[in-house]
């Protein structure tokens, strides 16, 4: 597994490195069998520390944990007992579902808009419909089955997920509701 170690505008140290290395890596191997790269950012927040850590698994999902504390190694312990709850959980869904995924998830690309918001001009009348792009990027659509993609949301801990749909061959989109149950949009 890759790891990427880095602070924000902190100095993480050669032993912090090793310690996120060992302690993380125990964790993911313990509930993933196959993690490909992990991503750990450090950085301030006040009188606090923050850790952000982000796993990447070669079936396409992704887990993602962050924690606060007074001292660096506890926002990383914190952190870890997170994203190894989250692994935990993830791997008993997969022996519930009583399938195996033997290839990585496919993906395909699709291009994300931000728009700007409108509450600068809410008063006044816009010249046009048309909503301002921010920014144009490149994002990728996974081919889930419906378990799947509600577990990815949950591990990214995103609202929303569109995702291609295996069973219908379409795009579907499933989503947190404001009750706390899950929406899914199958057109």
Known sequence: MRYQISGKQIDIGEALQTHVQAELGAAVEKY?????????????????????????LSTGLTAQAKAHATEIYAAFEACNE?????????????KD?????SEPVELSEASSYILASDA??????PESLQPIIIA?????????????????MELAGAPVL????????????VYRREDGNIGWIDP
């Open 162 to 173: 569109v995702f291609h749909n295996e069973g219908k061959d379409g795009l579907n989109v």
């Open 97 to 101: 579902h009583h399938r195996d995924r």
């Open 120 to 125: 600068a001009g809410a008063e006044s009348e």
């Open 32 to 56: 993933a069998e196959r993690p490909t790269d992990a991503n750990v950012v450090f950085s301030r927040s006040a009188h606090e520390y923050v850790c952000e850590t982000t796993v990447h």
């Open 82 to 94: 997170k994203m190894e709850k989250q692994l935990r959980r993830y791997k008993r869904r997969l």
């Open 136 to 152: 144009e990027m490149e994002t990728k659509i996974p081919s889930l089955s419906v378990g799947e993609a509600v577990m990815q």
